[in-house]
Each structure stands twice: as structure tokens, then as C-alpha cells.
């Protein structure tokens, strides 16, 4: 029986050594309160035992997703491993202290982006974008960028994982992690 949090991270090194790039890119997926479901890339920032975390805007749509429904999907594809991982299981918010310090290692240029994004709202021209973020310079001008309110981690406590390898013939590797309690159930599955 193996750790599939270990096997996460043994996947994961070997992904930052072979993906040409963005080896933490993810899809994730949501549903609305009535079950319709969208799906978008972001990238994975943290894990732990604790579970996975990224970060976005907390009006965005998957915020609102999220918010009328915890419940979401991730995939992790790499195409020169021939492998995936899904993980599955309800969002918890990261706290401030986490967001914050994550928030604080972004670039310059992204903090004063996260300031003047309304993720998923329409905005009518990108110049009123370059406008709201010339704004947010001079605001923070000779400043540290605070963290908005509205920008933050969320974190999926997994509760289904499965680490899928291509095989010769199509026979893949499906190994399948379920949580039982405080441990993981392992099963394998075939195509
Ligand atoms: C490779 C890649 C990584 C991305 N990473 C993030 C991310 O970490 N956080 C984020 O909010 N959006 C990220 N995006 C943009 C999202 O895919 C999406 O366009 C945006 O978050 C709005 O999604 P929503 O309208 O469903 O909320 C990424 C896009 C790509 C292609």
C-alpha cells in the first residue's frame, strides 16, 4: 500500500522534469448550485496531506461554483508521461494568513493585476483594464501591494484519487485511492 500523497509527489517530480511547460496546470472542474458543470485550468500552489490549493478571484464564476456547491473535480494531465491524476472532493477557503503570505511571493505586476481584475465580469475594452491597473500603481505607489479581500486560496481536501498510466495494448494502470476514515482503501482498475 502506498501513500497516494506520496505517489503525488513522486508523479509531480518526475512532471517538473519532463512537461516543456506549466507541469502544475490543473483543470478544474465545478457545478453550479443546479448541477451544470464548467471546467478551467489553474495552476497547483501547495500540498500537503492537508490537500491541494490554488488561488483566485473570489467573485470569479468558479467562486460562485464553489460557493453553492463544494464539491469539484481536478485533473492533472501530462502528455509526455502519458499519465493523469484526478483528484476528487469538496473546496475549504485557505486562511488569510495563507493567502496572504502566498499572495505576497506573486510578482509586482500580478499583485497589481489581482487589484484590477473582476475575474469573469465583462469589462468593456482592455484599456479600461490598463486604466484600472495604471489606477492601482498609483495607488500603491512606494507601497507594498496588499492582498485584495476578494483574492484567495481554496483547497481540495481530496477524497478520491486516481493515478492512471498508459500501458501497452490499452491495457492502462488505474490505481484508485478511496479515503476510509483516516486511511485510503486502494483498488485497481483496468480500462
Ligand atoms: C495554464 C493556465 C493556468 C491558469 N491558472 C490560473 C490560476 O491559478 N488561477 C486563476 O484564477 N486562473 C487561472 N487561469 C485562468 C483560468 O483558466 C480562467 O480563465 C479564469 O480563472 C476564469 O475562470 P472562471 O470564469 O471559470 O472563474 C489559468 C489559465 C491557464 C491556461
Known amino acids: 500500500m502506498t501513500d497516494p500523497f506520496q505517489l503525488f509527489d513522486t508523479w509531480l517530480v518526475e512532471a517538473r522534469a519532463h512537461e516543456p511547460n506549466d507541469p502544475t496546470a490543473m483543470a478544474l472542474a465545478t457545478a453550479d448550485a443546479a448541477g451544470k458543470p464548467s471546467v478551467r485550468m489553474v495552476l497547483l500552489r501547495g500540498h500537503d496531506a492537508n490537500g491541494f490549493v490554488f ?8 467562486a460562485g461554483d464553489m460557493a453553492g456547491n463544494p464539491h469539484v473535480a481536478l485533473l492533472f494531465h501530462w502528455k509526455s508521461l ?26 509586482r505586476d500580478s499583485q497589481l493585476g489581482a487589484w484590477a481584475s ?12 490598463e486604466a484600472r491597473f495604471a489606477e492601482m500603481e498609483q495607488r500603491f505607489m512606494g507601497q507594498p501591494v496588499p492582498r485584495p479581500p476578494h ?6 481536501t481530496p477524497e478520491r484519487i486516481e493515478f492512471w498510466q498508459d500501458r501497452e ?23
Do not use: C, M
Open 169 to 191: 495494448h490499452r491495457l492502462h494502470e488505474r490505481r484508485v485511492f478511496i479515503r476510509e476514515g483516516s486511511g485510503w482503501r486502494e483498488a485497481l482498475l483496468y480500462p
Open 151 to 156: 483574492w484567495g486560496g481554496y483547497r481540495v
Open 118 to 129: 473582476d475575474q469573469s465580469q465583462p469589462l468593456d475594452s482592455r484599456a479600461t483594464f
Open 82 to 107: 502519458r499519465r493523469q491524476i484526478r483528484i476528487e472532493g469538496p473546496i475549504t477557503l485557505a486562511t488569510d494568513a495563507e493567502s496572504d503570505a502566498y499572495f505576497a511571493t506573486r510578482s
Open 55 to 62: 488561488y483566485t478571484n473570489r467573485h470569479s464564476r468558479k
